[in-house]
């Protein structure tokens, strides 16, 4: 069974940085592409982030380009989001979730499993 748990989320500045993590258990990683959604309160649920199976693609959503990276380590079955330059709205619960063999643009639509998420709040 697929489990995903995020970590990393916390408080901080505007103008600062934070790095979530994702860890996966179930031995689907190496196959699996990854991505990083975000819910704010009272908002529908958005996609920030996601990398392909093979890590050779990375997507953005535009709001985040060129402060947020994610990468992967197929050693650790781990999926990481850097963030930097945080804004206030950045503010969010940050959800990692998981598709086997997902590449292409749009695969993050049709993702199988997801996590409890991890929170992050920027202080303006």
């Known amino acids: 069974q697929v489990q995903l748990v995020e970590s990393g989320g916390g408080l901080v500045q505007a103008g600062g940085s934070l790095r979530l993590s994702c860890a996966t258990s179930?031995?689907?990683?190496?196959?699996?592409?990854m991505a990083w959604f975000r819910q704010a309160p009272g908002k529908d649920r958005e996609f920030v982030a996601a990398?392909?199976?093979?890590?050779?693609?990375?997507y953005y959503t535009d709001s985040v380009k060129g402060r947020f990276t994610i990468s992967r380590d197929n050693r650790k079955d781990t999926v990481y989001l850097q963030m930097n330059r945080l804004k206030s709205e950045d503010t969010a619960r940050y959800y990692c979730?998981?598709?086997?063999w997902g590449y292409g643009v749009g695969f993050w639509n049709g993702m199988e499993y997801w996590g409890n998420g991890t929170l992050v709040a920027v202080s303006s």
């Open positions: 979730a998981s598709k086997l």
């Open positions: 179930g031995g689907t990683f190496s196959r699996s592409a």
């Open positions: 990398i392909t199976w093979s890590g050779t693609s990375t």
